[in-house]
């Protein structure tokens, strides 16, 4: 099984390749990997980030008007039921 910490350079290397530049941040409960989406970013760049985001435990977006950011959370700790904990929104 993979640790959280390949789990998120994984979801990092994903994004990566959609052409976005993302950072990983090492928190005290989970690992963070938060990117600035381009506003012309192709369709083709949209299925891979979301491909990319899906594999998180929680996921989400943030617009602000610097535009916007992406953002994915990866576990520390092992969930009960790692599906049932996969969803939307910073509730880590």
């Known amino acids: 099984m993979p640790t959280p910490a390949s789990r998120a350079e994984e979801v990092a290397e994903r994004l990566t ?7 990983v941040k090492d928190q005290k409960n ?3 990997v938060e990117a ?4 012309q970013a192709s369709p083709e760049s ?3 980030l979301l491909g990319a985001l899906e594999t998180a435990d929680h996921f989400g977006q943030e617009v602000s008007a610097g535009g ?6 990866i576990r ?5 039921a790692a599906p049932a904990a996969r969803g939307h929104g910073r509730q880590l």
């Open 46 to 48: 949209w299925k891979g």
């Open 17 to 23: 390749a959609t052409g976005l530049t993302p950072e």
């Open 68 to 73: 916007m950011t992406v953002w994915a959370a």
């Open 36 to 39: 600035k989406v381009p506003a």
């Open 76 to 80: 520390k700790g092992t969930p009960a």
């Open 30 to 32: 989970h690992f963070l």
